[in-house]
């Protein structure tokens, strides 16, 4: 079986069974505005979907994905932006009122920021200039932990970019300030692929800590 016509016969099921079975909600979330509860930021890895992660049902994750859950700066010129068109949609359109940047384990887009602050720079037309939105960040961490191994290294370097990011939300004035009014929340939040473990960022302890099963 190929691999489309593997995708068509997951297609075919999803049609016999989950969406027979729900057939009047699919119709409902159809026919009205989409009211989703949060608006996540992920990396577009294949091994990280924030559905399944958190068992959710069509229609209540806004979901903007990216290499490495990157966020950019509030910049509005007239080049192409699509992740800070989807905060703007999200937070002013459909009024989402939490934004999670969810980082994870093993993430590719890190390990060749990673291995590009070392001297081995990635190659590409556009991932270069995409990661290097967290190059700052990474020297960082690498000058703090010269002599940290690599896996320990990466796995803080994948960490301290999902609060950076978390940062740079709050350059988005339709962010910062219904976040300063207590109108709006952002949380930053780290999956283990291996582990399975969600943990949770801490402002006021800065450091993740894992949820408690």
């Known amino acids: 079986m190929t691999t489309t016509e593997s995708l068509i016969a997951g297609y075919r099921a999803f049609r016999a069974g989950t969406y027979r079975q729900n057939e009047e909600r699919y119709q409902t979330l159809a026919a009205r505005r989409q009211q989703p509860k949060a608006l996540i930021i992920a990396c577009c890895d294949s091994r990280t979907d924030p559905a399944m992660v958190f068992q959710s049902d069509p229609g209540e994750?806004?979901?903007?994905r990216n290499v490495a859950n990157l966020v950019p700066p509030y910049e509005p010129d007239s080049h192409y932006h699509g992740t800070s068109a989807a905060l703007e949609?999200?937070?002013?359109?459909l009024e989402i009122k939490d934004i999670i940047v969810m980082g994870h384990a093993a993430c590719g887009g890190i390990e060749a920021l990673y291995d590009g602050c070392c001297g081995k720079p990635a190659s590409g037309d556009f991932i270069p200039s995409w990661i290097s939105l967290a190059e700052p960040i990474a020297r960082q961490?690498?000058?703090?932990?010269?002599?940290?191994?690599r896996s320990r290294a990466l796995r803080l370097l994948e960490q301290e970019a999902v609060v950076a990011s978390l940062e740079r939300l709050r350059t988005f004035p339709f962010i910062a300030e219904p976040e300063k009014a207590g109108n709006l929340r952002l949380h930053g939040w780290f999956y283990g692929i291996g582990s399975g473990i969600l943990s949770i960022y801490d402002p006021a302890k800065g450091r993740f800590e894992d949820v408690v099963e």
């Open 61 to 64: 994750l806004f979901v903007v």
């Open 141 to 149: 961490v690498l000058e703090k932990n010269e002599n940290l191994e």
């Open 89 to 93: 949609f999200g937070v002013k359109a």
